[in-house]
């Protein structure tokens, strides 16, 4: 049970660093010495230094989200004899109001799940589609620089979520359906104080909404619902969200329907209309989410699995089936190689990421080639150890006809992995009248170049960041996880896996360990960021490393908040240890 003990990653305060006698209740802004680069964490007596907290323990369940409010939500549905997609239905209901600048109803979601019945791994697709009376030439009518804009009607599709908890709830569920939207209402109803992370996204939302030319039909339901008084609310500050409270209530008293075919999808509809959108209510009504078998891959005896296209499940496998071609645990825990190693492997998978993942309902992607060993082996020689690829390109396939994680887990031996998103931040800018939640903008996902696989086309699922992680040993299950924020999941995944089985680091330390994003070179969309990209990496990479790093040649860039949000649960026999995010406002309880 015990496992490696690590120095700190973190530069240890100098002498006479340390400040003292700040006096009790001073606030943020009384304090300007409290942004210190010299001051590192606080001495733990046990586990690796640079871990914030130890895991929590539970027998009977357990629950990490980003929001303490869900995580409660959770654990009470469990301890009533709700099942863990009970619990991860409830839990995401009021994620929707605690931490709207990450998801809600308006937005898509996917499920990695373990059916301790069938002992299988089951995916769940909840992503939506494009509206059918938007064309591919008013798409690109609408285009800037030639991509699809980021805010505004023109980069909406179907919300999925709702759609997606019913088909977990209707296979899975325990508790009458009605029964899980009580914890969320009762929230928006009443209203809560707001976290630190969720306060500080609602005011970057509010000056990036208002700010002129920003292409959004009409903002005045945002600044109604979360910014009634002129300004967002402040960290502690109480939000109640009323227009929220009363639409779960539809939803928990009419099923997905009142969502999809009801008077939700009427209000959508009529607004649409009168903003000049294209969303109607015979678009909701076609959707449904689709089960899916996930990919696999074995890293080092762990199967490791990832949903297919149109997600980016398949990068995780395949940056994973590179590094292994490598002796990582060798080159030793933070060190400059192991990152390098990590980083080309990333970069070599985002080129095929770029170039094949779509919808498969449009395009024949050559998933199992992609997260073939063989193909990674072919791959995995063109890393140097000492240098940067400087051009990439995606392979040769065989001719062939800001968004919020959490996890569940409960008696039964279920684990549920599950991810759901509104995508750039709190989504589109547009909030239909009287609902109180916000629509994603998933469609800015699409490409607009002909013959492009992500190309835009009515009815059709724009390429998707957000994935769900999840891992099995000897067949049993392991790991529900999951690294949210764009780009990072599938490279945040990867640093996961290897941090858990290259360093024996416990599930905790795992999250705590500081992370490297790398950005740059093509994506879905068609858009190519020329150049090796940069290497942002977080201030707890040793100076050594970093220094090894910039003298390979990598652009180092700043620590800017980029590395996402973790939640675990790891399966011991008879017994769950959860694990939760120190970058966000999440916490994991178990019992």
Known sequence: ?????????????????????????????????????????????????????????????????????????????LRAGGSAVDAAVAANAVLGYAEPIACGIGGDCFVMLWDPKTKQVVGLNGSGRSPKGLSLETVRARAKNGMIPSYGAVSVSVPGTVDAWWALHQRYGKLPWKSLFAPAIAHASEGAPVSQNVAYYLARSHANFTKPGQGIEEVDNFKS?????????????????????????????????????????????????????????????????????????????????????????????????????????????????????????????????????????????PADWLVSKAYAAERAKLIRPNSILQTLYPGQAPSRGDTTYFCTSDADG?????????????????????????????????????????????????????????????????????????????????????????????????????????????????????GTGTLHLETGVPRATQEALAAMGWKLGPSDGGFGGYQAIERWPGRYAAATEMRKDGVALAY
């Open 1 to 77: 049970m015990r496992r490696r003990t690590f120095l700190a990653a973190l530069p240890a305060a100098l002498p006479g660093a340390l400040i003292a006698g700040e006096a009790a209740g001073q606030t943020r802004e009384a304090t300007p010495n409290r942004d210190r680069p010299d001051v590192g964490p606080g001495d733990r007596i046990d586990g690796a230094t640079f871990a914030s907290r130890s895991a929590a323990w539970g027998t009977h369940g357990a629950a990490a989200t980003a929001h303490p409010l869900a995580t409660l939500a959770a654990i009470d549905i």
């Open 225 to 365: 619902v979360w910014a009634p008084d002129g300004a967002t609310p402040k960290e502690g500050e109480i939000f109640r969200n009323p227009a929220l409270a009363r639409t779960y209530g539809l939803i928990a008293e009419g099923g997905r329907d009142a969502f999809y075919e009801g008077e939700i999808a009427e209000t959508i509809e009529r607004y649409f209309r009168r903003i000049g959108g294209w969303m109607t209510k015979a678009d909701l009504a076609a959707h449904h989410a689709e089960w899916t078998r996930p990919h696999q891959t074995n890293y080092r005896g762990v199967d490791v699995y990832g949903l297919a296209p149109n997600s980016q499940g398949l990068a995780t496998l395949q940056i994973l089936n590179i590094m292994e071609r490598f002796d990582i645990r060798g080159m030793g825990f933070q060190s400059a190689a192991a990152i390098h190693h990590g980083v080309e492997a990333k970069r070599l998978a985002f080129e095929d990421r770029a170039r094949y993942y779509a919808d498969p309902a449009f395009y024949d992607v």
């Open 414 to 530: 279920m684990m549920v992995s599950i991810i759901q998103s509104n995508y750039r931040g709190m989504g589109s800018g547009l909030a239909p009248d009287g609902l109180g939640f916000m629509l994603q903008d998933r469609g800015e996902l699409f490409a607009l170049t002909d013959g492009h696989p992500n190309v835009y086309a009515p009815g059709k699922r724009p390429f998707q960041t957000i994935i769900p992680g999840f891992a099995t040993r000897g067949g049993e299950p392991w790991l529900a996880f999951g690294v949210m924020g764009g780009d990072m999941q599938p490279q945040g995944q990867a640093q996961i896996i290897s941090n858990m089985v290259d360093f024996d680091l416990a599930v905790q330390e795992a999250g705590d360990s500081p992370r490297w994003h790398h950005v740059g070179g093509s994506e879905p969309t068609g858009e190519v960021i020329p």
